[in-house]
């Protein structure tokens, strides 16, 4: 069973970079596309970045791209969200997910999903 775990999450202010990870075990992932999306309130998900496990190809939404970075580390079973310069519109909860097969941008492509962590950024 795929469990992804996320962490990193908290309170920082505008400007401020934040990194979150998240830890995935259960199987092994090289047929695996791992997303990165979020949820403000009251808004939809919204999808933030992908990438390819097998060969670390990745691809960002218009919105984040330049500011946020994804990563893998094989090693840790990890993939990462590193983001900069962020804003109070980044507030919101922040979700990994897992879909076997190649990176989508919508939500119901992915079929196994962290718990989410909260990220706040304060004016």
């Known amino acids: 069973q795929v469990q992804l775990v996320e962490s990193g999450g908290g309170m920082v202010e505008t400007g401020d970079s934040l990194r979150l990870s998240c830890a995935a075990s259960?199987?092994?992932?090289?047929?695996?596309?791992m997303g990165w999306f979020r949820q403000a309130p009251g808004k939809d998900y919204e999808f933030l970045a992908a990438?390819?496990?097998?060969?670390?190809?990745?691809g960002y939404a218009p919105s984040i791209k330049g500011r946020f970075t994804i990563s893998r580390d094989d090693a840790k079973n990890t993939v990462y969200l590193q983001m900069n310069t962020l804003q109070p519109e980044d507030t919101a909860v922040y979700y990994c997910?897992?879909?076997?097969?190649?990176?989508?941008?919508?939500?119901?492509?992915?079929?196994?999903w962290g718990q989410g962590a909260q990220v706040t950024v304060s004016s």
């Open positions: 997910a897992a879909r076997q097969g190649l990176p989508r941008s919508s939500p119901s492509e992915y079929d196994t």
């Open positions: 259960g199987r092994t992932f090289t047929s695996y596309t």
């Open positions: 990438i390819v496990w097998s060969d670390g190809s990745a």
